[in-house]
């Protein structure tokens, strides 16, 4: 059995700690009821504190994780504790078909998919058209709704009119592996033919600022916090994978996939 029904927004997570971790002993209890002979957990780099220059044979010290690595963590420790044959595998910033998360589909849409009360209120102040598409959560996060090409369309000529967009939301300055969801079942498959018990999807790491540039041909300058996101763990089972030096695929590998995922996102949006 494959679980990843943990739910991945990070900053709901640290608003909420406690009712995300009932989500993770809700997790564990429908795990129990299936008890399966082999469990492959999907889990998160952000297990990590620091998730720079690690790998899978690092202790990892709880007290120092946010709320929601902690509670992942919580279910890596249960499983492994639990499920004679597991396999759990740790994912770095992902993208693919469908994927609505992080800054490759912020690139691509633009649409911020959640606005807080702040700044809903401000957009809301210069001009209300997009108000129509948002519905306010039990969160306290306004959400947008499911759009079709037509008002997608219009939407994005809002955002790009009020001079805000999805890609506000990221420091131009931040380190993030991009990992290609396309990958995933093979490595999963490779990693269980080969008996691997832990596995952290690594690959080479990029600033915002190169893939913006590789992309666009232009400069992202956007510096939101005194410490941007440095992501940049390995695996020791690199070499078992293709890969080199911690890593699974290199930069240039990362870039070429992410261009081409643009491109089609990008051609199916017209």
Not at 251 to 270: H, I, M, S
């Amino acid at each position: 059995m494959v679980y990843s029904g943990v739910p991945a927004e990070m900053f709901l997570a640290n608003k909420d700690p406690e009712g995300d971790l009932a989500i993770i002993k809700n997790a564990i209890e429908n795990i129990k009821k299936i008890m399966p002979e082999k469990l492959v957990l999907i889990s998160t780099v952000a297990v990590y504190p620091k998730p720079n220059g690690v790998d899978e044979t690092d202790v990892i010290r709880t007290e120092d994780l946010s709320a929601y690595g902690k509670n992942r963590r919580y279910l890596e420790q249960w499983v492994e504790e639990n499920v004679k044959d597991h396999l759990i595998v740790r994912l770095p910033a992902i993208y693919g078909i469908h994927m609505k998360k992080n800054f490759i589909y912020d690139y691509i849409h633009v649409i911020p998919a959640m606005l807080n009360q702040a700044k809903y209120e401000e957009l809301k102040e210069k001009d209300p058209f997009f108000t129509k598409y948002y519905t306010l959560q039990d969160n306290g996060f306004y959400r947008c709704g499911n759009l079709d090409k037509e008002d997608a369309a219009k939407l994005r000529e809002y955002f790009k009119r009020v001079g805000f967009s999805a890609l506000n939301f990221t420091d131009s300055r931040s380190v993030y592996q991009f990992y290609a969801l396309k990958y995933l079942w093979a490595h999963i498959e490779r990693a269980m033919k080969l008996g691997i018990r832990k596995l952290n999807l690594a690959v080479e790491p990029l600033s915002v600022q190169e893939v913006y540039a590789y992309l666009n041909g232009g400069q992202f300058v956007n510096e939101l916090a005194k410490e941007p996101f440095d992501y940049d763990f390995h695996t020791i089972h690199a070499e078992e994978f293709g890969g080199a030096n911690g890593y699974l695929f290199s930069k240039e590998q990362v870039l070429g996939d992410l261009a081409e995922f643009v491109k089609e996102q990008t051609e199916e949006l017209r």
